[in-house]
């Protein structure tokens, strides 16, 4: 990057008002001013962007959350700032369909993309999609932070793990915070599980003919879901259901439900991106969580706050600014991962 002839602009599309929100925060911490742009669509729905500035010679950041309209939100999307990845939950062969990550990561370099920030990517290894920088950021010392500084008796509580598959992230809060932890087992199949990926593609449905009768490839047994249960002791405690996405709270509800059975009086749910799509705040505030308290603004959420009071939202935007900072003086980013495991 050239810094001799200009400096620092940074920009943000219009996928919804908390992007500019987020933004502004941004822009306020690094004490420059949004840069002027539009961005709207024709009539036939085509996205147009109309810079009204110089930027040549510039370090140019856009800042895009994403919204509902995902598709839309990528088409705005140049060059930038992601703290949540769109189709990041599609980062496996599913079936006989595709890596839609992979895709989009694909089009974005295409589109001139050099550099990518972004927030807990849903699988580390879509890191490996880009052949541009990606620089991965952790929510976790916001997390840990709002834990220990709003979560009344903290100390009596237990890190939790609604499935097996979240049980590293569970583990490394439990270590930070020097806590016990607790993982549910034998919920309802969850989507991302291997029965669902290309390792079952194509069918493992027996087919004569289909090989020599000397090759023939042992069938795999059934999988049979076991009984509901919780390893660790949640008695008399409060429990902190940590992950990365809320998005379908039934799995969220379904281990309040469960963890309130075996005699914790106080449940929370802690994750970075908030999608909390459909009836999520409606299922929340009927349900035994006492508070999203987690929550931060890698996606907007302010709908769903004002329908549901439990959900809290924790601000990312200072490690965001200082990242943008650090690239545009080519500054190192080792600072911004002190400390970071691989599993937080």
């Known amino acids: 990057m050239n810094h001799t002839k200009g400096g620092l602009v940074i920009f943000t599309a219009n996928s919804h008002p908390s992007s500019r929100e987020l933004g502004k925060r941004i822009a306020e911490r690094l004490g420059v001013e949004l840069g002027k742009v539009q961005v709207y669509q024709e009539a036939n729905r085509e996205t147009r962007v109309q810079i009204q500035e110089s930027v040549r010679g510039k370090d ?112 490394s809060f439990a270590e930070r915070l020097r806590l016990g932890i607790a993982v549910i087992h034998g919920e309802a199949q969850d989507a991302e599980s291997d029965q669902v990926d ?32 919780v390893v660790g002791d949640v008695g008399g405690r409060i429990a902190i259901i940590v992950d990365d996405i809320i998005d379908d709270v039934d799995s969220f509800v379904a281990a309040a439900e469960t963890l309130k059975e075996r005699g914790a009086y106080k449940i929370f749910v802690m994750a970075t991106h908030g999608l909390l799509s459909s009836d999520a705040p409606r299922f929340i505030e009927e349900s035994a969580i006492d508070e999203v308290s987690g929550v931060t603004n890698t996606i907007p959420h302010e709908l769903q706050k004002l329908q549901c009071p439990k959900i809290k939202t924790v601000d990312i935007s200072m490690i965001l600014s200082e990242a943008i900072r650090r690239i545009h003086n080519e500054e190192s980013m080792s600072y911004l991962f002190r400390n970071i495991g691989v599993d937080d």
């Open 198 to 229: 290309g390792r079952h593609s194509p069918p493992t449905v027996k087919t004569t003919g289909a090989i020599h009768p000397s090759m023939e490839i042992p069938l795999l047994i059934p999988k049979e879901k076991p009984p509901i249960t």
């Open 60 to 171: 140019v950041f856009v800042i895009q959350t994403m919204s509902k309209d995902v598709n839309t939100t990528i088409m705005e999307i140049i060059t930038g700032v992601l703290p949540y990845f769109p189709y990041s939950k599609q980062c496996k062969m599913r079936k006989r369909g595709s890596i839609v990550s992979k895709l989009v990561a694909s089009m974005m370099c295409k589109a001139g993309l050099t550099h990518l920030i972004t927030m807990d990517l849903h699988q580390k290894e879509i890191q490996g999609f880009f052949n541009i920088p990606v620089d991965n950021l952790r929510a976790s010392p916001f997390l840990l932070q709002y834990i220990q500084e709003e979560i009344p008796d903290y100390r009596n509580a237990v890190i939790v793990a609604k499935s097996p598959a979240s049980a590293k992230r569970a583990q």
